[in-house]
C-alpha cells in the first residue's frame, strides 16, 4: 500500500470513529451515554443526608437506628430534655387535654431525654412507620397488648426503673423518669435490639428550589389544645426556622438552654373517641386535612398514612419537606383545624 493510499485509509477509519462518537455509540456498538452539561454530577448533590431531616450526615450517623420516646407535656414536666434535638416530633393528645410527645432520633443523640411516660397504641404506630426502638415508661392496657404482641422492639421503664431509667429529685414522679441515651443503647444491645437500619428517606427540597415555595405569610401562629396547652411558632427569616412557643413562653432544652425549632411544622386533622372513660383513639389511617408551614409560608394540603409515615399532600402529590426538624400536631377533626389554629402572616 503506497503512502497516499495509507492516508486515504486513516482518513476513513478517523470518521468512522467520529461519526460513531456523533451517534453516541462505542466502539463496539453499545450505546454511550451523553453527559449534558446540566447532568453532570454536582458534587453537593453526592453528599449522603440524614434520612429524616435531609442534613449533611457523616458516615457514623448515617445508618443508625431510630429511636422513639415517650416525652411528657405536663405541665410541672417543663422544660423537658432532649427535644431539641429530635429529628422529627409528633404531638397529640392522651388524657383530658393534656399532650404527649413522640420523639423520633436518627440524626443527633442528645444526652438526656425525658422526663419518659407511657405508652399509647397511636403513638407506637407512629414509632414504627420508622421502625424506632420505642423508649416508654409505662402502658395503657391496650399499649401493653400491642407491645407484648410483638412487632416492635421496646425498652420498657417499668422493668428498668433505677437501672435504664433514672430519677430525678428536683421532680416529682410521674414526671420525674429520665433515661441517657447511652442507656437506651445498652438496652437495645442487652435486649439483642439491632443498632443500625436502612430507612426510606424522605423527600427534600434542594435549597435552590425552597425559594420557590408557594404559601401566604406566616409569621406567627398558635394551635390551642386547651387553655392551658397553646403551642406558638415564631418564623425568624435570618435561619428560616420556626421557633416553639408553650403558652406564650419560649421552649427551650431544661440542660442546654436551647431554643426549640422546626423548619416545617405540620398540622394534621383527624378524628379521635374516646375508648374508656379516659383514653381515646385517634384515626391515623383514613387522611384529611391538614396546614404546612414552612420558610414562613403556610397553605392548605391534605395529609396520608404513608407505611406509619403521615405525610403532605396536594391532591394525589407527595410533597416535600425543607431540610431540618419537624413537628408534627395531630389536632381534632371537631372542631377543625380552622378553629385550633390561628396563623398572623405580618411581623410582629
Request: charged share 25%.
Amino acid at each position: 500500500m503506497n503512502q497516499r493510499r495509507r492516508r486515504m485509509v486513516g482518513g476513513l477509519m478517523i470518521a468512522v470513529l467520529l461519526l460513531s462518537a456523533c451517534r453516541g455509540e462505542t466502539l463496539d456498538g453499545q450505546k454511550k451515554r451523553i453527559t449534558k452539561p446540566s447532568e453532570r454530577p454536582n458534587v453537593a448533590e453526592k453528599t449522603e443526608i440524614y434520612p429524616l431531616t435531609g442534613l449533611p450526615a457523616d458516615e457514623a450517623g448515617l445508618h443508625r437506628r431510630a429511636v422513639g420516646v415517650m416525652v411528657n407535656n405536663h405541665s410541672q414536666a417543663r422544660p423537658q430534655s432532649g427535644l431539641y434535638k429530635a429529628d422529627i416530633v409528633y404531638e397529640a393528645l392522651t388524657e383530658g387535654r393534656i399532650t404527649r410527645f413522640l420523639a423520633i432520633f436518627q440524626s443527633q443523640t442528645p444526652d438526656v431525654i425525658g422526663p419518659v411516660r407511657s405508652a399509647r397504641p397511636y403513638f407506637i404506630e407512629l414509632n414504627n412507620g420508622y421502625g424506632a426502638i420505642y423508649v416508654a415508661h409505662g402502658w395503657s392496657p391496650d399499649a401493653k397488648k400491642m407491645l407484648e404482641s410483638g412487632g416492635t422492639d421496646y425498652i420498657q421503664g417499668l422493668y428498668h426503673d433505677g437501672t435504664w431509667f433514672k430519677r430525678v429529685a428536683f421532680r416529682k414522679a410521674p414526671h420525674n423518669s429520665y433515661i441517657p441515651y447511652k442507656n437506651i443503647i445498652k438496652g437495645a444491645e442487652e435486649s439483642g435490639f439491632p443498632l443500625t437500619q436502612t430507612f426510606a428517606a424522605l423527600p427534600f427540597y434542594k435549597s435552590d428550589e425552597e425559594k420557590n415555595i408557594p404559601g401566604e405569610p406566616a409569621q406567627k401562629m398558635t394551635i390551642t389544645y386547651s387553655n392551658d396547652y397553646v403551642v406558638g411558632y415564631n418564623y425568624n427569616s435570618e435561619d428560616g426556622l420556626y421557633y416553639r412557643e408553650v403558652n406564650g413562653e419560649p421552649m427551650r432544652d431544661r440542660e442546654t438552654n436551647t431554643p426549640v425549632t422546626a423548619a416545617n411544622v405540620f398540622v394534621v386533622s383527624a378524628d379521635h373517641r374516646f375508648i374508656d372513660a379516659y383514653r381515646r383513639t385517634i384515626d391515623l389511617k383514613s387522611g384529611g386535612p391538614a396546614y404546612l408551614f414552612q420558610k414562613g409560608k403556610w397553605r392548605a394540603v391534605t395529609w396520608k398514612n404513608v407505611d406509619g409515615r403521615l405525610l403532605p399532600y396536594d391532591g394525589d402529590r407527595p410533597l416535600k419537606w425543607v431540610p431540618g426538624r419537624t413537628w408534627i400536631h395531630i389536632v381534632e377533626s371537631d372542631p377543625g383545624l380552622a378553629h385550633v389554629v390561628k396563623i398572623d402572616g405580618q411581623k410582629g
